[in-house]
């Protein structure tokens, strides 16, 4: 790991930033049997970037904190898809149905995170996994909606999640999502807040770098849902910008707007090629 100049005069100046330990090699096998693939060759719309390998935060972590992730009994995580699992089965709404009612066991979500967002046709917009299980709670259930970044949701997602642990994210980034994957791009270079800062100022020029007291990664959602020690629940990839922004002392989007949906497209195909990995552990 070769560390990169600090060149972002802003980050320098507002905060204590020193160069430490990059990313380890550990590696991550999941109850001794799921391959996840931490570090990939970048995907081809990053050259620009100088990042040749796209790598997941857990590289950046501590070993007690990766230790958790490698086993489901210590994944705090799990508890959550447990309980997601009872919410699957549940019949709620007006149609008495529930999500086994039409898709069975949650196995044959097989593959479906690893390529949302994803462009709906019928709907002619791209849709986050949260806005496809809303979708079918409103309109196929006739339930009422989930809060987008609430606790229902968060565990629906891990639970979809962990049917497509060891597949590779592979969002689309042309197409009809074109448009959209470059609203996402131009976020995630703006610059926000009283520190002036971008996503790109910590995740991409200062990665492998301290921040305060934490290991900045690459910022990756490929190992979302997300269950973090800090607050002892699963957070979302939208509750996670959030948190992002307010750092940089700016206002923010919030979770299922237009602009997270495209940032968070954006920033996933960043990790194109990396396993789907959540629910991952994280500080
Ligand atoms: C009445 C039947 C029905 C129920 C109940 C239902 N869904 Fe769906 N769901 C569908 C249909 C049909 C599609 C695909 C077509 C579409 O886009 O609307 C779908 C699509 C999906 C997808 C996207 C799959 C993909 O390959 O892109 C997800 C995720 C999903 N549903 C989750 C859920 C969850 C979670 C629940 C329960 C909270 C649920 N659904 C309840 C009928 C249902
Ligand atoms: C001031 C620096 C800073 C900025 C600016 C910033 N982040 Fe972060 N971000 C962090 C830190 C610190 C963490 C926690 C350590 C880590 O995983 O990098 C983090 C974590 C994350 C994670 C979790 C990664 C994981 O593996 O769990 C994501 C995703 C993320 N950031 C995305 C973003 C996006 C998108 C933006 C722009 C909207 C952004 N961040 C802006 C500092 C920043």
Redesign the pocket.
Known sequence: MKFKALTVAALTVAMPVMALAGPDDDKLVINGEIEIVTKAAAPAHMEETGIDTVMSGWHFRADETQALEMDDFDNPGMIFVDQAID??NMAEGS?G???A???DDPSS?AG?RAVYP?W?E?AGEVRT?AM??N???VN??GADKWKYAGGDMAS?EAL?SVQSRGMPVNVATDGPVKAVWEQGKELYYTRTGQLDLSCASCHEQNYGNMIRADHLSQGQINGFPTYRLKNAKLNTVHARFKGCIRDTRAETYSPGSAEFVALELYVASRGNGLSVEGPSVRN
Do not use: F, G, T, Y
Request: glycine share 0%; charged share 25%; hydrophobic share 40%.
């Open positions: 919410a699957w149609e149905k529930s999500c009612s039409c898709h979500m479906v994803k709906n019928a996994l496809q299980v979708d079918c709670r196929k259930m629906m979809i």
